[in-house]
C-alpha cells in the first residue's frame, strides 16, 4: 500500500473550517483514499473515501488532486468534539479492513 | 445496522497470566472480523483477520493468538502475558467498504 504523509499537528477555531492535508505521492491506479479519526481512549471512525472524484457527506468533504497525489480532508465547521487524531490512509480493494494507520494529525479544536 | 460489543472495558493482568478478550457482532452475517492492537503513544497495528468461522491469518508474529469459533464471536487469547501485551486492543469488522471498530479493551500488564 502506499505511505501517507501527514502534519504532526494543528489547531482550528470552533466555527471554522479545517483543512486536513495528506501526501500519497506513491498512489496506485487501483488505492483508495480513508479518512478515519480517533478520539481519545475510543476506537477509531470512519469519515470519508474517494477514488479520484471529490466526495462529500454528513461528516466532512474530501478532496483529492487531478495527479491523485494528494488530498485534504475538510470539517466544515469544527466543533470541540472534533479534537481527535486524523489518519488518512489509501488501501487497495482487495481487502477493505486490512488498514495500514500511520501517526496521523492531532487536531486542536479551540473556543 | 452494525454493532461491535468488546468487554472488559479495562484490564489489568499480571506478567505470565493468561488472556482471553472476546469480540461479538450483531446486525451482519459472515463478516470479516479484526483485532487491532495499538501501544501506548503509537498507531494501530493489524494483529489477526478472519473471514470465516475457523479462519484465522496472523499479520505479526507475537505471544497472542485468535480463534473464531462462531460466525459472529471472534476470541483473542494468550497462554502467557508478557509486558509489552499492554495496549488498547479493538474488534472491528468491515462492511460497505468500510471499517467498524468497537469500543476497545485496554490492557495493562503488569
Known amino acids: 500500500d502506499a505511505k501517507t504523509t501527514q502534519p504532526t499537528s494543528m489547531d482550528c477555531a470552533e466555527g471554522r473550517a479545517a483543512n486536513l492535508p495528506c501526501n500519497h505521492s506513491?498512489?496506485?491506479?487501483?488505492?483508495?483514499v480513508y479518512w478515519y479519526r480517533q478520539i481519545h481512549s475510543q476506537g477509531p471512525q470512519y469519515i470519508i473515501h474517494g477514488l479520484k472524484n471529490n466526495e462529500t457527506n454528513e461528516m466532512a468533504s474530501l478532496i483529492i488532486t487531478e495527479d491523485r497525489k494528494s488530498s485534504t480532508l475538510i470539517l466544515p465547521h469544527a466543533t470541540l468534539r472534533d479534537t481527535a487524531v486524523y489518519y488518512c490512509i489509501v488501501r487497495a480493494t482487495d481487502s477493505w479492513g486490512k488498514l495500514q494507520f500511520g501517526a496521523g494529525t492531532q487536531v486542536v479544536v479551540t473556543p | 445496522s452494525q454493532t461491535i460489543h468488546q468487554w472488559p472495558a479495562t484490564l489489568v493482568q499480571p506478567v505470565g497470566s493468561p488472556l482471553s478478550l472476546e469480540c461479538t457482532v450483531e446486525?451482519?452475517?459472515?463478516?470479516?472480523l479484526y483485532w487491532y492492537r495499538q501501544a501506548a503513544g503509537r498507531g494501530l497495528q493489524l494483529l489477526f483477520y478472519s473471514v470465516g468461522i475457523g479462519q484465522i491469518s496472523s499479520e505479526v508474529p507475537q505471544n497472542l493468538s485468535a480463534s473464531r469459533p462462531q460466525d459472529r464471536q471472534f476470541i483473542l487469547s494468550s497462554k502467557k502475558l508478557l509486558l509489552s501485551d499492554s495496549g488498547f486492543y479493538l474488534c472491528a469488522l468491515d462492511f460497505d467498504e468500510k471499517l467498524f471498530f468497537g469500543s476497545g479493551t485496554q490492557l495493562s500488564v503488569l
Open positions: 506513491t498512489i496506485s491506479g487501483n488505492e483508495y
Open positions: 446486525g451482519t452475517s459472515n463478516p470479516n
